[in-house]
């Protein structure tokens, strides 16, 4: 069993940055990629940012050029740096850790973008 906890979101204003993390615990074998959603409300959930074991990294055209992931994320733990944030950024963020005994999500971590 593989546990995920996504951590960091909180309340900022426009134009302000945050720093989300998610980390993967338990019995990790390997971790083929990470990625980040969103979900507003009254929306469906939404794709907004990979990486895979190799170091790449891909991201939604809405969020790319603000949001990094950074490379020294480790494979448990991944990092997603958020900057210029706007309004439209707040929604819950969930991290969907890929390991090679299956897909696992997490409880999700609120941002809140307003001010």
């Known amino acids: 069993q593989v546990y995920v906890k996504e951590s960091g979101g909180g309340l900022v204003q426009p134009g302000g940055s945050l720093r989300l993390s998610c980390e993967a615990s338990g019995s990790i074998t390997a971790i083929y990629s990470t990625h980040w959603y969103r979900h507003a409300r009254g929306q469906e959930r939404a794709w907004v940012a990979s990486?895979?074991?190799?170091?790449?990294?891909t991201y939604h055209a809405s969020v790319k050029g603000r949001f990094i992931i950074p490379r020294d994320s480790a494979k448990s733990t991944v990092y997603l740096q958020m900057n210029r944030l706007i309004p439209a950024d707040t929604a819950k963020y969930f991290c969907?850790?890929?390991?090679?005994?299956?897909?696992?999500w997490g409880q999700g971590t609120p941002d809140t973008v307003s001010g």
């Open positions: 969907d850790v890929q390991e090679v005994s299956g897909d696992y």
């Open positions: 990486i895979v074991a190799e170091g790449y990294t």
